[in-house]
């Protein structure tokens, strides 16, 4: 009897099965990868936009400019809570300064909860073109707060207008700015927290930097 001779089927079917297998395998890579990247992107865009002034994100500076110009322009402040029980206010509605000068404005800060809570003020300036220019020295945005039942603090903002402002065709006729701050909770803090028993806080300066009326 002559030998059996494996059909094209039988000889092809083990092939395509490990072809199909290194098809899905590479398919799951690409889709976990792109999960990953999805998230990892949210932080890397807030980063670029406060490094660039894109969309409006205010940039942190390491030093105020060392030209001071005449002209002065007119900074509103703007306050805003989001799922978070606390009261949050700016304590003064606008300033006038020269631009390249530095400002201080304050802001208060009351957790009406009772219990401990960490929040993260996220910010951006109208209009968006200002963004680039509006820098901070100091503020409370730059990290998360956390607050005891009760507690208030005031904090301090510092900031300034770049002269180089009154040289973009998009900024150089602008009069006024306004400043926006929206509070919301803090989700990495949550499971932290839901174990803390605190005594309720009294109201307390942040930095040490007394209040203002104005500049």
Known sequence: MLPTVPSEIEQTGPRKLRS???VAVICLTVFVGMIGAAYA???LYKRFCQLTGFGGAVRQAE???????ERPITIRFDTNVRDLPWSFKAEQ???TLKIGSTGLAFFKVTNTSNQTLTGRASYNVVPESAGPYFQKLECFCFKSQTLKPGQTIDFPVVY???PKFVTDEETQGTQEITLSYTFFQDVKSVGKQAGLQVAP??????LGVKPSAGL
Do not use: E, M, W, Y
Request: net charge positive; charged share 10%; no cysteine.
């Open 41 to 43: 992107s949210v932080p």
């Open 20 to 22: 199909n297998a290194r």
């Open 160 to 162: 300034f207008v770049d």
């Open 93 to 95: 509605i606008s300033q």
């Open 63 to 69: 030093a105020a400019p060392t030209t001071v110009l």
């Open 201 to 206: 806080g009294n109201g307390s300066k942040a």
